[in-house]
């Protein structure tokens, strides 16, 4: 006779909104360093900038307290206070295109964090 299979819990799919609903609630406090001052300062500087790495404005996003979705691919969300915004990662190259230097200034202008 063999042993019954032992029933697998599976977890429900991970909702944005439920995650929206989970950060909205919790506090943060969060400062910048002195590069993500500056990286800030260099998203909203007219013209944009096409050589702002990725990986700086990710970090930025953080530091202002936004949470992080990773999607399929090289697709990630940043919410921060039911303000949600979608990026695409560049690849191969690691700057930034000006229309994602662009979003991200409109998404931290939403958040309200400014120079």
Known sequence: MQ???????????LRLHNVLAFYRDQPHDFT?????????EAIF???????IAWADIENLLVAVGATV??????????????VVASFHRPHP???AKRYQVRDARA???QIGAKP
């Open 3 to 13: 042993p019954k299979p032992k029933a697998v819990r599976t977890l429900p799919p």
């Open 32 to 40: 910048m360093n002195s590069k993500q001052r500056r990286m800030l």
């Open 45 to 51: 500087a007219d013209p944009v900038s096409g050589t």
């Open 69 to 82: 979705i990773e999607g399929n691919g090289s697709w990630v969300r940043f919410a921060k206070d039911q």
């Open 93 to 95: 190259a690691k700057e």
């Open 107 to 109: 998404f931290l202008e």
